[in-house]
């Protein structure tokens, strides 16, 4: 990124912004809704790996295993590299494959939205779906286990515990906007 004139932020190859986070943290919400706001397109990997695929996560978790899942997210974020200021919602453990979290900082700036479990879980509508919720219990052990890795990967942190989404847009929005990303 260089600066041009003041106030105005010329971004130079790959600009994407990564929203990071475990389930039903939001991330595909917001890169939407941010999308719309600063008319920026925005992707999803896990949709990205299933049309990549021609199956659902959770038939890809089950029929190809977890490392496998874990090598189509990299593929997907490969395919992105071409592709300039996208917002992309990652799946909740692109932070477990470290090809990915490679990719992501090469392309541009990792966003962590960081709440407790239990904003999670209240925002999970169809934990079915969801191949790595398999009990409460266990998820809990999921999140202990990939909040370190988020907070290792993050450039940026933002805070959504106990936040209405319209405050986390907004927080969102103001944090990447004084960044220079939007």
């Known amino acids: 990124m260089q600066r041009q004139e003041p106030g105005y932020v010329v971004h130079a190859g790959c600009d ?16 939407r809704n941010l999308g719309a706001l600063f ?3 925005f992707v999803d990997t896990d949709r990205l790996v ?5 199956k659902s996560v959770r038939d890809i978790f089950a029929e190809d295993g ?11 974020l490969r395919s992105l590299a071409r592709r300039k200021s996208l917002l ?3 799946g909740g453990g692109i932070v477990e494959g470290g090809e990915a979290c490679g ?5 541009g700036t990792v966003v962590y939205l960081d709440g407790s479990f239990q904003d999670s879980l209240r925002q999970i509508r169809h934990p079915e779906l969801r ?3 398999v009990s409460e219990r266990d998820a809990v052990k999921l999140y202990r286990k990939r909040r370190p890795l988020y907070q290792r990967e993050a450039d940026l942190v933002l805070d959504i515990h106990d936040k209405t989404f319209e405050q986390v847009c907004a927080g969102a929005a103001e944090l990447l906007w004084e960044e220079g990303l939007l």
């Open 16 to 31: 994407h912004i990564f929203f990071i986070g475990f389930l039903g943290a939001g991330k595909s919400t917001l890169a």
């Open 39 to 41: 008319k920026r397109e």
């Open 50 to 54: 299933e049309r990549a695929r021609g």
């Open 66 to 76: 977890q490392e496998s899942f874990r090598h189509g997210e990299a593929d997907a």
């Open 88 to 90: 992309v919602s990652c």
């Open 103 to 107: 990719l992501m900082h090469r392309m």
């Open 131 to 133: 191949p790595d919720f």
